[in-house]
């Protein structure tokens, strides 16, 4: 049926024609052009040009619509050809180790092939009923995750923090060593120089090997960086009903979110929340809730969060914080001390994390968790020398193993960890300071993490 569904994809859309009335900004406004809301139509510029364009709202007989290029050329009476009216994406296994701008096409300069199967630009949640629970971990190959936030395939997680703190590379250094079968990274609103970047040296060829990347720029237009993300996650649903088992990674969130707030302003939406209209509220769920478990694979998201002025608290932030499962956050101050990853563990959560581990596990990240709790609260005291020993017990476990905790907290970008090595680690931590998990010597525990952190095992 693929060749009948290509022909009929180009022959029903001529059946609906309108002509241009007007620009404003960026919208272009079409008469006698009763198209759908999500539409996707053509501007006719003449002399064998024309420009892609998506309906996005009405205005008493006219329809507006936003151009994915530039309205260079665009002028009143210019015809607009309907040409898909369920916006719909080709996928297939051929796609991994490629690279694809918002629309779909490829980019990386390879060879273009022929994908065999079409679905739905904007897929449906599964239903809640037929989600099974999360009840099996993912290793993302980054320690500190896996120890003390650890996840659940099928689980949604937001990575918080503020420029250059390491979103990138975090997602990076996932997407090489994690266990997922297939990786999917969306890059939305990225500069453009950093593309090359994240592919070549966060990255890298065997983290590209199973991967596929969509790209939409900084410079694009809003439309390409929103369908970017429905791309992205149309891709992932594509894998998961294939059995696979997908690490789905969007950066960023937030820039979806301005994009969908230029397009809602264009449309002639109200601002609400700060400049924020309220579409962005309603399509931030619709977007989020597409990841998850169904009955033949999971898909598990990593979504970034640019918070303004690292302020965790501005619209954006908040409302994903929300719908997700649980959140990371990435420290400024931890990054000035060259501690990374940069994750703030007593700032983030794991909602599925006890779901999913043992006994053993949760009370060994529990207690060390206590002891860095402690330490954070007296580390004022502890830094001008005021502390006085004995005073806290716990305080006094934080200070002796602090450099013990902070060597399993650290970890290079290139260093291969896998999920059963980074519990026996924190387990054997456990272990050295309370005496009552294993029986483990402490040389061998500490001698453990030296290697770990100086050596990179062999893929």
Same mark, same amino acid.
């Given at each position: 049926?693929?060749?009948?569904?290509?022909?009929?994809?180009?022959?029903?859309?001529?059946?609906?024609?309108?002509?241009?009335? !007007?620009?404003?900004?960026?919208?272009?406004? &079409?008469?006698?052009? /009763?198209?759908?809301?999500?539409?996707?139509?053509?501007?006719?510029?003449?002399?064998?040009?024309?420009?892609?364009?998506? @309906?996005?709202?009405?205005?008493?007989?006219?329809?507006?619509?936003?151009?994915?290029?530039?309205?260079?050329?665009?002028?009143?009476?210019?015809?607009?050809?309907?040409?898909?009216? %369920?916006?719909?994406?080709? %996928?297939?296994? #051929?796609?991994?180790?490629?690279?694809?701008?918002?629309?779909?096409? $490829?980019?990386?300069?390879?060879?273009?092939?022929?994908?065999?199967?079409?679905?739905?630009?904007?897929?449906?949640?599964?239903?809640?009923?037929?989600?099974?629970?999360?009840?099996?971990?993912?290793?993302?190959?980054?320690?500190?995750?896996?120890? $003390?936030?650890?996840?659940?395939?099928?689980?949604?997680?937001?990575?918080?923090?503020?420029?250059?703190?390491?979103?990138?590379?975090?997602?990076?250094?996932?997407?090489?060593?994690?266990?997922?079968?297939?990786?999917?990274?969306?890059?939305?609103?990225?500069?453009?120089?950093?593309? !090359?970047?994240?592919?070549?040296?966060?990255?890298?060829?065997?983290?590209?090997?199973?991967?596929?990347?969509?790209? =939409?720029?900084?410079?694009?237009?809003?439309?390409?960086?929103?369908?970017?993300?429905?791309?992205?996650?149309?891709?992932?649903? $594509?894998?998961?009903?294939?059995? !696979?088992? &997908?690490?789905?990674?969007?950066?960023?969130?937030?820039?979806?979110?301005?994009?969908?707030?230029?397009?809602? #302003?264009?449309?002639?939406?109200?601002?609400?929340?700060?400049?924020?209209?309220?579409?962005?509220?309603? *399509?931030?769920?619709?977007? #989020?809730?597409?990841?998850?478990?169904?009955?033949?694979?999971?898909?598990?998201?990593?979504?970034?969060?640019?918070?303004?002025?690292?302020?965790?608290?501005? /619209?954006?932030?908040?409302?994903?914080?929300?719908? *997700?499962?649980?959140?990371?956050?990435?420290?400024?101050?931890?990054?000035?001390?060259?501690?990374?990853?940069?994750?703030?563990?007593?700032?983030?959560?794991?909602?599925?994390?006890?779901? @999913?581990?043992?006994?053993?596990?949760?009370?060994?990240?529990?207690?060390?968790?206590?002891?860095?709790?402690?330490?954070?609260?007296?580390?004022?005291?502890?830094?001008?020398?005021?502390?006085?020993?004995?005073?806290?017990?716990?305080?006094?476990?934080?200070?002796?193993?602090?450099?013990?905790? #902070?060597?399993?907290?650290?970890?290079?970008?290139?260093?291969?960890?896998?999920?059963?090595?980074?519990?026996?680690?924190?387990?054997?931590?456990?272990?050295?300071? $309370?005496?009552?998990?294993?029986?483990?010597?402490?040389?061998?525990?500490?001698?453990?993490?030296?290697?770990?952190?100086?050596?990179?095992?062999? =893929?």
């Amino acid at each position: 049926m693929n060749g009948y569904e290509e022909q009929l994809e180009q022959l029903l859309p001529y059946s609906l024609k309108g002509r241009v009335t !007007k620009v404003v900004g960026l919208t272009v406004a &079409v008469g006698g052009f /009763p198209a759908p809301l999500g539409a996707i139509c053509r501007i006719d510029l003449g002399q064998g040009h024309s420009v892609d364009a998506a @309906v996005i709202g009405f205005q008493g007989d006219e329809t507006l619509i936003l151009s994915y290029g530039n309205l260079d050329g665009v002028r009143r009476g210019n015809y607009v050809d309907l040409i898909q009216s %369920v916006p719909g994406v080709r %996928v297939g296994n #051929l796609l991994l180790g490629r690279v694809l701008n918002g629309r779909g096409q $490829f980019i990386d300069n390879g060879q273009n092939v022929s994908l065999a199967h079409r679905v739905p630009l904007h897929g449906q949640p599964v239903p809640p009923l037929s989600r099974p629970r999360i009840d099996e971990p993912l290793g993302t190959g980054v320690r500190v995750i896996d120890g $003390f936030l650890s996840c659940g395939k099928g689980q949604r997680l937001g990575i918080f923090s503020g420029s250059g703190v390491g979103k990138s590379t975090l997602l990076g250094q996932m997407a090489k060593t994690s266990s997922a079968d297939v990786n999917v990274v969306i890059l939305v609103g990225e500069r453009g120089r950093e593309v !090359k970047e994240f592919l070549e040296r966060d990255l890298g060829p065997e983290g590209l090997k199973r991967s596929v990347v969509i790209v =939409a720029t900084s410079d694009e237009p809003a439309l390409n960086r929103i369908h970017a993300a429905y791309l992205g996650t149309s891709i992932a649903e $594509f894998f998961r009903d294939s059995g !696979k088992d &997908v690490l789905l990674m969007v950066d960023s969130v937030t820039r979806f979110a301005l994009a969908q707030r230029e397009i809602g #302003l264009a449309a002639g939406e109200p601002p609400a929340t700060r400049g924020y209209p309220p579409s962005v509220f309603a *399509l931030l769920p619709r977007l #989020l809730e597409r990841s998850g478990r169904n009955h033949l694979g999971s898909i598990t998201g990593f979504y970034t969060v640019l918070v303004e002025s690292d302020d965790a608290n501005e /619209p954006v932030s908040d409302a994903v914080r929300g719908i *997700l499962d649980g959140h990371v956050m990435l420290s400024r101050k931890l990054a000035h001390q060259s501690h990374w990853p940069a994750i703030d563990v007593l700032s983030s959560i794991s909602r599925s994390m006890n779901d @999913v581990i043992p006994e053993e596990h949760q009370v060994a990240a529990n207690a060390i968790r206590r002891l860095m709790a402690a330490y954070d609260q007296a580390e004022d005291l502890i830094t001008i020398g005021a502390y006085e020993n004995g005073s806290n017990p716990d305080v006094d476990l934080a200070i002796q193993h602090r450099e013990l905790i #902070l060597d399993y907290l650290r970890q290079s970008s290139n260093e291969d960890v896998t999920f059963d090595e980074s519990v026996k680690l924190l387990l054997g931590i456990h272990n050295l300071i $309370f005496g009552n998990v294993m029986n483990e010597p402490a040389e061998t525990v500490e001698g453990t993490i030296e290697k770990s952190a100086t050596e990179t095992p062999a =893929a």
